[in-house]
């Protein structure tokens, strides 16, 4: 099977990856002069072309953010600089010999189906050559569109906003801090980009206004005793605690750990939604800097003036220099015939994320990696590549048109409900729950009650431990042997690169500890009982 990948980025590498290890033959199509996507970072803007910034960490720990079956080194950082993101996706392009299959320079312009698709399943692909300007037409019998959803800039109407003298800059073009020295800068929007510059621009610009229409709640990247929140926070004993509880008490709880960090309404920014229902900003600095005065956060912006901005609650700021507008993206695949997918203000319809649900019963087409997750995109673009490869092959088969539609609508009710209505709300899932549902639909998913009994410390360490993404390899299509070892020593990578100075001496086991192994085991052993033998 020819297979076509559009973009070497996180996603673009993993489906060719997959293609290799299901015997088919990937051809990789890739705009740029190097694999990284948004996460190689380069000084020049190029319009459609998602940049990082140049201080840009990566918010998802190492352990919850890499490919399954390739554990990041451990010694690097726990979370990291772009440059080591980059540099993980090398060392995972040459471990698997990845580059040979990717075309660098390649545009493509348009993707359609053959005249007899019908029959054949296969698809027209115009690529166009950026060095020469030379366009060639090749079939493939399959598409794995991996091009993301930061794309083209989402620029909002505001009043007055072409009379405004200052620069306005959307985030898509910021890069570093340097030449905002000394300049009065006004931030529009509080997601993580938002977050990230606010915070950056506040320690050289003489003062930086971060405007916002809702506030937002605002997650760390270390939790308790120094631990990763997602490692700390992502594992099946407490999805199962969360799944049981009512959604109040779960949100109660979650923002008084959030208030016990800083009080949210004392700094402004709480918002009238619960934690749960917006994309959680994740930003380590956000109170240090409001605190210093730097920083400070401001309501919506009601109109522009020429030199100056007028917010909601009637106040002013003069002499403002520049505006920059981190209000996202609006996503798209310009060279997808509409009637194979449509987007609408951010809104797509595709199975489980994936599949474009009326394909004729051809489905030979998936969009990997259109998803905003509550955790890290790798693994999960991974897994939706290793399902997109048996649904091609015919190992597993999709549900017919209207049963993917009513999954479809599902989910969308489920986000309405859930969500604050904005258009970046289209896409959300939660890590655990959406992998597990790929995971089922592959045949992937780990058997906990039957590993219990036949390697109960591994299945405790799966339950109680975080769910790293070799979890979804060490059973079923695409079982890798190394899934065991890595998630039994996914603690001692996480932490070696901290291990930079002898302490000199070595601390006790605490009794604390054990204690708490010892109630765990007892409430996991009384609930696999009733499991078992009561129901």
Known sequence: MKVAVIGAGASGLTAIKCCIDEGEEPICFERSNDIGGLWRYTEKVT????????????????????????????????????????????????????????????????????????????????????????????????????????????????????DFKGKVIHSHDYRNPAGFEGKRVVIIGIGNSGGDMSTELSRVASQVFLSTRRGSWVLNRIGDNGMPLDMASSDRFKLAIKNALPPSVITSIVEGRLNARFDHSLYSLKPKHHVFSQHPMVNDEMPNRLASGTLRIKPDIKTFTENGVIFD?????????????????????????????????????????????????????????????????????????????????????????????????????????????????????DYIDYMDELATLNGCLPDLQSLFWSD????????????????????????????????????????????????????????????????????????LVHVIFLR
Not at 326 to 351: C, I, M, Q
Not at 380 to 398: A, H, N, P
Not at 411 to 418: G, P, V
Not at 500 to 515: A, D, H, V
Request: net charge positive; aromatic share 14%; charged share 25%.
């Open 47 to 162: 319009e459609g072309q998602s940049c990082v910034m140049k201080s840009t960490i990566i918010n998802t720990s190492k352990e919850m953010m890499c490919y399954s079956d390739f554990p990041i080194p451990a010694d690097y950082p726990i979370f990291m600089h772009n440059t080591y993101v980059q540099k993980y996706f090398n060392l995972y392009a040459d471990k698997f010999n990845l580059r040979k299959y990717i075309q660098f320079g390649k545009e493509i312009l348009s993707i359609n189906k053959q005249p007899d698709f019908k029959q054949n399943g296969q698809w027209n692909i115009k690529v166009k050559d950026n060095k020469t300007g030379d366009v060639e037409d090749t079939v493939f019998d399959a598409v794995m569109v991996c091009t993301g959803h930061h794309a083209e800039k989402h620029v909002p109407e505001f009043p007055g906003l072409s």
């Open 313 to 429: 609650d009637g106040t002013k700021e003069e002499n403002i220099d520049v505006v920059f507008l981190a209000t996202g993206y609006k996503f798209g695949f310009p060279f997808l015939d509409k009637s194979v997918l449509d987007v609408k203000e951010n809104r797509v319809e595709l199975y489980k994320y994936v599949f474009p649900p009326k394909m004729e019963k051809k489905n030979t087409l998936s969009v990997i990696g259109c998803i905003q997750p509550l955790g890290a995109i790798m693994p999960i673009s991974e897994l939706q590549c290793r399902l997109s490869l048996r649904v091609f092959q015919k190992e597993v088969k999709l549900p017919c048109s209207d049963e993917m539609i009513l999954d479809i609508r599902s989910k969308e009710l489920a986000m309405k409900e859930r969500y604050v209505q904005t258009q970046r709300h289209t896409i959300q899932v």
């Open 456 to 527: 109960p410390k591994l299945a405790f360490t799966c339950f109680f431990g975080p769910c790293t993404p070799y979890q979804y390899r060490l059973q079923g299509p695409g079982k890798w042997s190394g899934a065991r070892q890595a998630i039994m020593t996914q603690w001692d990578r996480t932490f070696e690169s901290l291990k930079t100075r002898p302490l000199g001496f070595t601390e006790k086991p605490s009794q604390k500890k054990f204690f708490i192994f010892y109630f765990v085991f007892v409430v996991l052993f009384c609930y």
